[in-house]
Every structure is written in structure tokens, then in C-alpha cells.
């Protein structure tokens, strides 16, 4: 029996595996020097670049490069038609503006339970949440792992809807060998920091139709219908945003870009060798890869089985526990979301913009959000941990395999815990945790 370090006995991880990312080399500062020393501080050449360098690399039409996914994201809402009146299904787990982008729009957000395993929208639940005035599909390749899209498809199909892909994960990720954002009307990437293709901030909207194309780009850039780099008329021809890109983040994200295959790549080997070396840990379901599904390993997020253990109860609390001696270990572990959608304060207070908007619209029909229609989601939120830095490029197997090593120094020695108390956790997205690190 080995002294767990939360309890004072020596430390697995005696190293930093934390954020690191990206790793920043001569050809990020070439691009992002030349961009500088350029003329255009706004949207620029690297933009229009950008734009069509990730179109050709992610097999798209058209790509328009937006200053964050969620932006991407409410574009693609608007340019699939959805507004007042629309209802939108959404999974019941991910991240918040999966789901507020359908607000945003004047349309109510219908959420569906998850699948456990694929941690993904349950396709098998979709059909029973459609009503008459279903308008979209909203699925999220959560952690980068892709959706059944036959099954998204075929629904799609069969009631007329359009189907919106959530892919700020999940770049790379395919399902039958196909990328993803190229299986629904529209997608949405985000290339924020954390993300596996980084421009700091920003995101990518992407769409192989014109007119949907087109009514994205109304949204993106006041209302107008001429880009940038046109002959502007600056007439606001619609309601619009201004989500635009500009050229510094533009050259980053075209420098990142070079590199994505090869991270994507570093990721799947790194979680393999996770996976090689936890497969034996009966109290932990390790994340899925099913047959015709290719991860990006964006994270690697496993789920303790509690049933297992022989907890019925406080699932949360005795996830917490873990995590907390794991961090001690230091292993750079911590949760994704610890609520669920419908969960949220922003849809069960259901005033967007004021006044019961949009939901009291006369238009829409009443809808209730009771987080307990969502066990599984539930489930999920409670049970999961997961961790990202290591499986990240420039970190290699030893990353992994001392991750790995902390992972089943803990899960050994599960009884020196003690599951009653509750814990302040470490979020290694926070600015202290960086801080420290
Ligand atoms: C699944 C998912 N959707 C949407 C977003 C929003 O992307 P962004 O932060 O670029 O707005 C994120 C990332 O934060 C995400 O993980």
C-alpha cells in the first residue's frame, strides 16, 4: 500500500504537464511578424487566407473566420433560418453556448438526454423531442469525439430539419472517414486557446452552401452584404453583429493550422498509451472510440463507475474526492462542466432579454426545463473527470504514462480516502491555477 499525497506520502508527478499550449515556434512568428508589420491591424489578407486555407483543409465550400466559436455558432443558427417561434434540439451536456446561441436568435433551445458512453446527444432520443415546430438539430462533438451523423442525418431527413454541427471540439474528428462540419447545413470551430487549432481567440464558421454562406455573412459584419475586402456600401441590410476576425489572429491561426495534422496526431498516440495503460482500472470507464468514429482525443475524459464502487448516492462528492487526490498526486486533472444545460440559470430563469423573452413570444409554446428529465447527462456531470495539457504536443508518451501512473496509484488505494468531506478543486483553466503553474 502506497500513502496516498493527500494524505501526506510522496507525490506521483513531481513535474509540470500543464498548459503549455501551443507550443509557439519560428513559423508562428513568421506569420504573426509579418501580420504586424502589415497594414491591416483588422480584417486582413491573413483573414481571407485563413478563411480558405481551413476551408481546403477540412474539405469545405466556404469558411469564414469569426472572432470566437459561439459567434460561429449563432451564425449558423441565423443562417439556417431558426428564429422566433423555432424550437432547436439541443444535448442536454456541453458547453453553455451550444445552446444560448439559439437564444440569441429568438429561438427556444428543446434539449435532449446524452448518451453515457459517447457522452455525445442519445440519437435514439432525438425523434421523441421533435415537435411541429422543430426548425434544427444542434449536435456537439463533445471532447472531440464525433455524433452518430447517419442517425442525425436520417432524423434530419425524415422531419425536414436542419442540422448544425458544434465542432468548436472537435477539429479532425471524423465519422466515417469524413470530417466533421461537413456532414450537417452548417458548423461551428472555435480556435480559442484551448482548442487543438489556436488563434487565441476566435473560431470558424463553415458551410458548403451558398445561400446559408450568405446569410452567415449578413450576421458576421453589421447587417451588410458585401465583405470587407468589397466595395462596402455600409448599408445594414439586416440585423447584425460584428464578429469579424482581424489579421494578427488570422496569421496565428494559419500558423497553427500547419501544424494541426501532426498535434492531431500526437493527441491519439498519447491517449492510446492512456488507455493501454488504465484498461485494468475496473472502477474507471475510459473513453470511447467506436467503430467508424475517429476521435482528436481534444481531451481525454473518463467516468468512474460508481455502481462499481457501491456508491448510490453523492456521486459528485465522491468524484471530488478523487480528483482532489489526484491533484495532490500532481496529476493536472479537473472536470469539463459540472452542470448541466438545462441545469443553468440562463434557461430555467427563461428571460433572456428581459421581459420572458423569448419564451413568452406568442409564437412559442410553453416549454419547462426540469434538470431531472436529464438523468443521464446527470450521470455524466457527476461521475466524469478528464485531462487535457498532457495529451498535448509537445508532451509525449512519458506525459501520458506518469498521468497514467498517478491515475492508478489513486484508484489502488481508494480506501485511504475519505469520501464524507467536500473538497475545493482546482480549476486548470483558472487564472490562478496558470498562475501557479
Ligand atoms: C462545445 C463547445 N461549444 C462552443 C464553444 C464556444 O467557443 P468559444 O469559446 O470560441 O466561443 C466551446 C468552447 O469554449 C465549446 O467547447
Known sequence: MEKLAILGGKKSINCVYG??????????????????EGENHKWGPNCVAFEKEFAAWNGNEYAITTNSGTAALHMAVAACECGVGDEIIVPAYSWSSSATCVIHHNAIPKFVDVDFYSMNIDVNKIEDAITSKTKAIIVVHL??????MDKVIEIARKYNL???????????????????????DCAAFSTNQNKCLVSGEGGLFVTDDEEIYKRALQLWSFGEIRTPMENRDFHAYALGWMYRNNDLTAAFGRAQLTKLDHYIEVQRQN????IEELKDIKALILPLEED??????????CKIDMDHLGYKKNHDQVRNTIVKALQEEGAPVSMYQVFILPAMTVFRAQNAYGKGCPWSCPHQQEIKYEPERYPVAQ???DTHFGTVWPLRA??????????AGAIKKVFAN????????????????????????
Open 271 to 274: 491517449a492510446q498509451v492512456l
Open 19 to 36: 498548459k503549455d499550449w501551443p507550443p509557439i515556434d519560428d513559423i508562428d512568428r513568421s506569420y504573426v511578424l509579418a501580420s504586424l
Open 292 to 301: 467508424d468514429h475517429y476521435h482528436n482525443y481534444y481531451n481525454f475524459t
Open 394 to 403: 509537445p508532451n509525449g508518451e512519458e506525459a501520458a504514462r506518469a498521468v
Open 379 to 381: 450521470k455524466y456531470c
Open 414 to 437: 481508494l480506501d485511504q480516502l475519505d469520501f464524507s468531506k467536500e473538497w475545493e478543486l482546482e480549476d486548470y483553466e483558472s487564472r490562478e491555477t496558470l498562475l501557479k503553474l
Open 162 to 184: 436542419r442540422v448544425i454541427e458544434d465542432a468548436c471540439q472537435a477539429h479532425g474528428a471524423k465519422y466515417k472517414n469524413k470530417k466533421v462540419g461537413r456532414w450537417g
Open 143 to 148: 471532447h472531440g469525439n464525433p455524433v452518430n
